[in-house]
């Protein structure tokens, strides 16, 4: 199976599978002497950790992670770093009504068509599990982008029909409730309405929104490179995301360019934007204002509900998907987001160090 790398500069590898014995990943490209211990990890897994609340799958993982490798009296070394966390509480007797079984909304079907077979337990590499070793990597990702005055964070910003406006947004209540929201009392009207549709043996969805601020201008390539372009491969990455939009995203096509162009002004000695409906991105490259993503994330495809499908003999039958699954997958994919998006960002400023000669120059000026 190949397509499990991504980055060219900071490049991570993830491993592993759903109920295998662990989940990693290797990072390729992080700069010696930046400061890492095990703890500046956990906190970003803590964050995707099964088991929260009610509003999560119950499989009991504590998700401590190991350093492996790259790292020496607590500072990156240069050599590739390799992180592991071990799988606890696989139930694989959960998966045994699907074995031979296609699940509607899963990636059974095309997988068998591909590979011939698949591994059941939990959807092997497809399971949303294969994700932990992403978020371990976007930790280190977000501590390279701090040394740089960069600092990216996601946060739910819809479940279902709940919605929250950005004149309304209260960035400190995102760690005060389970469903990452800020605002605290938009999510406890969708946690009711995650309820209900729990008694349904139904799901949800969302949206995510994920914001970069400090970035400089001229971060991507103008052509196939582009930064909203590597962004949305990104998060278009993760299992359930659908969609990805930057800015106004969509609503920009039933706007107008007067209403849609951002106008340039000076402040301060500085070239900034009057308003920011491009999300931070311009011609395939960071504009130097206030990076804005959204992903739209499906919902949890697992159900108890009983679902017509197919078995691998091409005979129609039914399933209702019984074992521990998410009601709503946005909550715990918040983190996911927000280290993909740091991943991309990492990388592309490594690369953006050889976009000039003085730029080489400065690297090697004293030698």
């Given at each position: 199976?190949s397509?499990?790398?991504?980055?060219?500069?900071?490049?991570i590898?993830?491993?592993?599978?759903?109920?295998g014995p662990?989940?990693g990943?290797?990072?390729?490209?992080?700069?010696?002497g930046?400061?890492?211990r095990?703890g500046d990890?956990?906190?970003?897994?803590?964050?995707?950790?099964p088991?929260?609340?009610?509003?999560?799958t119950?499989?009991?993982?504590?998700?401590?992670?190991?350093?492996?490798?790259?790292?020496?009296?607590?500072r990156?070394?240069?050599?590739?770093?390799?992180?592991?966390?071990?799988?606890?509480?696989?139930?694989?007797r959960?998966?045994?009504?699907?074995?031979?079984?296609?699940?509607?909304?899963?990636?059974?079907?095309?997988?068998?068509q591909?590979?011939?077979?698949?591994d059941?337990?939990?959807?092997?590499?497809?399971?949303?599990r294969e994700?932990?070793?992403?978020?371990?990597?976007?930790?280190?990702?977000?501590?390279?982008?701090?040394?740089?005055?960069?600092?990216?964070?996601?946060?739910?910003?819809?479940?279902?029909?709940y919605?929250?406006?950005?004149?309304?947004?209260?960035?400190?209540?995102?760690?005060?409730?389970?469903?990452?929201?800020p605002?605290?009392?938009t999510a406890?009207?969708?946690?009711?309405?995650?309820?209900?549709?729990?008694?349904?043996?139904d799901?949800?969805?969302g949206?995510?929104?994920?914001?970069?601020?400090g970035?400089?201008?001229?971060?991507?390539?103008?052509?196939?490179?582009?930064?909203?372009?590597?962004?949305?491969?990104?998060?278009?990455?993760?299992?359930?995301?659908?969609?990805?939009?930057f800015g106004?995203?969509?609503?920009?096509?039933g706007?107008?360019g007067?209403?849609?162009n951002?106008?340039?002004?000076?402040?301060?000695?500085?070239?900034?934007?009057?308003?920011?409906?491009?999300?931070?991105?311009?011609?395939?490259?960071?504009?130097?204002?206030?990076?804005?993503?959204?992903?739209a994330?499906?919902?949890?495809?697992?159900?108890?509900?009983?679902?017509?499908?197919?078995?691998?003999?091409?005979e129609?039958?039914e399933i209702?998907?019984?074992?521990?699954?998410?009601p709503?997958?946005?909550?715990?994919a918040?983190?996911?987001i927000e280290?993909?998006?740091?991943i991309?960002?990492?990388?592309l400023?490594?690369?953006?160090?050889?976009?000039?000669?003085?730029h080489?120059?400065?690297?090697?000026?004293?030698?």
């Amino acid at each position: 199976m190949s397509g499990s790398s991504f980055g060219k500069i900071f490049r991570i590898t993830t491993w592993g599978e759903s109920h295998g014995p662990g989940i990693g990943v290797v990072i390729d490209g992080c700069p010696a002497g930046l400061t890492l211990r095990t703890g500046d990890i956990q906190t970003f897994l803590d964050r995707r950790k099964p088991g929260q609340s009610r509003y999560s799958t119950k499989r009991n993982e504590s998700d401590l992670v190991e350093i492996l490798s790259g790292v020496f009296e607590d500072r990156t070394t240069g050599t590739p770093i390799s992180l592991l966390i071990r799988n606890q509480d696989q139930r694989s007797r959960d998966y045994g009504n699907i074995a031979t079984v296609f699940r509607p909304g899963h990636a059974d079907y095309p997988l068998t068509q591909k590979y011939g077979f698949r591994d059941y337990r939990g959807g092997g590499r497809s399971s949303g599990r294969e994700t932990i070793g992403r978020v371990a990597a976007g930790a280190v990702a977000s501590l390279l982008l701090k040394e740089l005055g960069i600092t990216v964070r996601a946060y739910t910003k819809s479940i279902g029909p709940y919605h929250i406006a950005p004149e309304d947004y209260k960035y400190e209540e995102i760690l005060q409730n389970p469903l990452y929201m800020p605002d605290c009392g938009t999510a406890e009207k969708a946690g009711a309405y995650i309820s209900s549709l729990m008694a349904e043996k139904d799901s949800c969805g969302g949206i995510i929104e994920c914001i970069a601020d400090g970035l400089p201008a001229g971060l991507g390539e103008p052509v196939f490179d582009k930064l909203d372009a590597l962004l949305a491969q990104a998060v278009l990455s993760v299992g359930a995301v659908k969609g990805v939009e930057f800015g106004d995203g969509f609503d920009a096509a039933g706007s107008t360019g007067s209403r849609n162009n951002d106008p340039f002004t000076v402040k301060n000695g500085s070239v900034v934007k009057t308003s920011n409906h491009s999300g931070g991105t311009l011609g395939g490259m960071s504009d130097g204002s206030r990076l804005v993503l959204r992903a739209a994330v499906k919902p949890t495809a697992s159900i108890a509900r009983t679902q017509h499908t197919v078995n691998e003999s091409g005979e129609n039958t039914e399933i209702a998907i019984h074992g521990r699954h998410d009601p709503v997958i946005v909550p715990r994919a918040v983190v996911v987001i927000e280290a993909m998006t740091a991943i991309t960002l990492a990388d592309l400023l490594l690369q953006n160090m050889s976009a000039t000669i003085d730029h080489v120059k400065k690297v090697y000026a004293d030698r």
